[in-house]
């Protein structure tokens, strides 16, 4: 199975600041990379998809960079309501599978 | 307008058999591409993927759960059933239904999930 670990686990931000998630993954994944957004007691939701691609209605603020091993989801100014967590996913071979997460908190 | 939901007990004993159900709307299982899979999140804990149908009925399940899924689809009635056999509490959980749509494999609709909760 293809693993993915997302750094950091936890990130304590302000309000404006530039966020950077990464997502490194056992081997290569092309640009089969995918971001989520969730919110407590909420099914998560598309950000990014094919690495780099926004998802229709996402706000410009949020990117997606990379390809083959490592990835970077960047918010390029926090707004209050990005405070969630964020996953990353791949399908580039099957099973699929998910990143362990990373929570983003208000500083 | 894609829709998902989820239906199925809320609660269920150890070594019971969980039949879940994701009825869908606004797009067809039949279309080249289309995909519905089955994903759960313990209460506090990540996403984990458990299992996929695609629209030609193929199949692709966790590697450490496959012994316990079924999937399966039923194209005239837009659902797609998950079975997961001999639960535990472990498997206490949301469990959701998601739409790939197509070749980049990411999941865009997402129901709203059903809580699972396994316990004697």
């Known amino acids: 199975d293809i693993q993915l670990t997302q750094s950091p686990s936890f990130l304590s931000a302000s309000v404006g600041d530039r966020v950077t998630i990464t997502c490194r993954a056992s081997?290569?994944?092309?640009?089969?990379l995918a971001w989520y957004q969730q919110k407590p007691g909420k099914a998560p939701k598309l950000l990014i998809y094919?690495?780099?691609t926004l998802q229709s209605g996402v706000p410009s603020r949020f990117s997606g960079s990379g390809s083959g091993t490592e990835f970077t989801l960047t918010i390029s100014s926090l707004q209050p309501e990005d405070f969630a967590t964020y996953y990353c996913?791949?399908?580039?071979?099957?099973?699929?599978?998910f990143g362990g997460g990373t929570k983003v908190e208000i500083k | 307008q894609v829709t998902l939901r989820e239906s199925g007990p809320a609660l269920v004993k150890p070594t019971q058999t969980l039949t879940l159900t994701c009825t869908f709307s606004?797009?067809?299982?039949?279309?080249?591409?289309?995909?519905v899979s089955w994903i759960r999140q313990p209460p506090g804990k990540a996403l984990e993927w458990l299992a996929l149908?695609?629209?030609?009925?193929?199949?692709y399940y966790s590697t450490s759960l496959k012994t316990r899924l079924t999937i399966s689809k039923d194209t005239s009635k837009n659902q797609v059933v998950l079975t997961m056999t001999n639960m535990d509490p472990v498997d206490t959980a949301t469990y959701y239904c998601?739409?790939?749509?197509?070749?980049?494999?990411?999941?865009?609709?997402w129901g709203q999930g059903t809580l699972v909760t396994v316990s004697s």
């Open positions: 998601a739409r790939i749509p197509g070749e980049t494999g990411h999941f865009d609709y």
């Open positions: 606004g797009f067809s299982l039949s279309t080249s591409g289309m995909c």
């Open positions: 149908i695609d629209w030609d009925d193929d199949k």
């Open positions: 081997q290569g994944i092309s640009s089969y």
């Open positions: 094919a690495a780099s």
């Open positions: 996913q791949q399908l580039n071979s099957y099973p699929v599978t």
